[in-house]
């Protein structure tokens, strides 16, 4: 017979989902936000173009339903340390 045992933990999960960094990320002006749709064959144009981070709101064939996509070139320091 097997008998598991759930391990009880202190970690805060929602302190280091993707979202809240990235809305983070906004509140500090480093995030140059795409709402338009736009074709995954466009994606790494737009992102060598900007120093910011980059938020696309609508990607790829399906972007009429609006599929999110996230793109950070040469992320400075001073986004990670303020995180």
């Known amino acids: 017979m097997m008998t598991s ?3 009880t933990s202190n970690i805060d999960m929602e ?3 993707l979202r809240r960094f990235v809305e ?6 480093e995030v140059e936000i795409h709402d338009e749709p736009v074709p995954l064959t ?3 144009a737009i992102i060598e173009k900007t120093e910011k981070a980059v ?3 609508s990607v ?3 972007s ?3 599929g999110e996509d996230r793109g ?4 400075p320091d001073r986004r990670v340390r303020n995180h």
């Open 72 to 75: 950070q070139p040469k992320a």
């Open 55 to 57: 938020l696309f709101k």
């Open 15 to 17: 302190k280091y989902r």
């Open 64 to 66: 009429g339903n609006g």
């Open 60 to 62: 790829g064939p399906e």
């Open 24 to 29: 983070r990320l906004v509140d500090m002006d």
């Open 42 to 44: 466009g994606l790494g």
């Open 5 to 7: 045992t759930k391990a």
